[in-house]
């Protein structure tokens, strides 16, 4: 059974950075592609990023993009999202995903159905 577990969520300023870690135990890791996603207060779940199972293609939401780095590394089956230059409408609970079907070379926004618990990300003023 998968199991996620996300680390790294605080209080942090406008403007400010966080480091978001994954850690993933109970799938075969090396060979699935990995998401961040994010829930607001009152609002449907977001798409962050995401990334394919080799680490070669990367996608971006649209409000995120060229702010905000996911990278992994296999051997400690982590993953991880950098979040650069936080506004005050970032603040949620974010989750780490997982798309279960193995070398996928695509990333299918759909396909993660495996979920962590969340992390609290709030951004203050």
């Known amino acids: 059974q998968a199991q996620l577990a996300e680390s790294g969520g605080g209080v942090v300023q406008v403007g400010g950075s966080l480091r978001l870690s994954c850690a993933a135990a109970?799938?075969?890791?090396?060979?699935?592609?990995m998401a961040w996603f994010r829930q607001a207060p009152g609002k449907e779940r977001e798409f962050v990023a995401a990334?394919?199972?080799?680490?070669?293609?990367?996608e971006y939401g649209e409000y995120v993009a060229g702010r905000f780095t996911i990278t992994r590394y296999n051997p400690k089956n982590a993953v991880y999202l950098q979040m650069n230059n936080l506004t005050l409408e970032e603040s949620a609970v974010y989750y780490c995903a997982a798309d279960p079907t193995t070398v996928r070379p695509i990333i299918r926004r759909s396909a993660f159905n495996h979920w962590g618990q969340g992390t609290q990300v709030t951004v203050s003023s």
């Open positions: 109970g799938l075969n890791f090396n060979s699935v592609g």
């Open positions: 990334l394919t199972w080799n680490g070669v293609t990367a």
